[in-house]
Every structure is written in structure tokens, then in C-alpha cells.
Nanobody, 123 residues
Framework: QVQLVESGGGLVQAGESLKLSCTGF????????MNWYRQAPGKARELVAN???????NVVGSVKGRFTVSRDNAKNTMYLHMDRLQPEDTAVYLC?????????????????WGQGTSVTVAS
């Protein structure tokens, strides 16, 4: 069984920084593109950033220029470094990835979500 586990959330003041981690656990063969989403109270889930297995990154929307995404394939871990946090960044941040495990007929990829880590930015 595969699990994605996020960590690093917390309460910070506006202008401060946080670094989130998402680590895959289980009998993982490989992980394709890893994604960070966030969901603020009463709002739809939105894509924040992603990184391919080759290390190509994409940061979207209002966080561009403040957030950086990276990964360590050897550790099955993706990071989100968030600078100059603002109250509007308050949300639950979730990790999503397509994870491959070795099955009887070869590698099978399935989508997994983490449970989320909460980020609260006080003004």
C-alpha cells in the first residue's frame, strides 16, 4: 500500500516563510509528476505547483515568484518552499501524485492524495 504524507504546515505571520514536504511511503517503484494543491475554507481546490520526475517545475497563479517546488527522487519526496506568505495563502495544502508499484504484470500507476497539512497566515 502507498501513502503520501505531508508535513511542515503551521501558523505563521504575514511575510514569513514555510517549507512543506510530501513523502511517499510503501513499495514504490517510481513517481511521475508530483503536484501541490491547496484548498481554502469555502473555496475550490486549486493547483499550486508541480514537478516532473525529471525535475521540470511549474508554479501557477498568484504564488508565482513566491513559491518554489522541488523534489528528491531518492527520498520519494517533494518540497514546497513558500516565501512572503500572505493571509490569502491560508489553506490546507495537499500532495497528489501518480505512483507506480510493481504488480504481477509489471508496473502499475495509480493516483494518490495525501491527507493535507494546514497553513495559516496571520495578518
Amino acid at each position: 500500500q502507498v501513502q503520501l504524507v505531508e508535513s511542515g504546515g503551521g501558523l505563521v505571520q504575514a511575510g514569513e516563510s514555510l517549507k512543506l514536504s510530501c513523502t511517499g511511503f510503501g513499495n514504490i517503484f517510481s513517481i511521475k509528476t508530483m503536484n501541490w494543491y491547496r484548498q481554502a475554507p469555502g473555496k475550490a481546490r486549486e493547483l499550486v505547483a508541480n514537478v516532473t520526475s525529471d525535475g521540470d517545475t511549474n508554479v501557477v497563479g498568484s504564488v508565482k515568484g513566491r513559491f518554489t517546488v522541488s523534489r528528491d527522487n531518492a527520498k520519494n519526496t517533494m518540497y514546497l518552499h513558500m516565501d512572503r506568505l500572505q493571509p490569502e495563502d491560508t489553506a490546507v495544502y495537499l500532495c497528489h501524485a501518480s505512483v507506480g508499484i510493481v504488480g504481477f504484470y509489471g508496473v502499475v500507476y495509480s493516483d494518490y492524495w495525501g491527507q493535507g497539512t494546514s497553513v495559516t497566515v496571520a495578518s
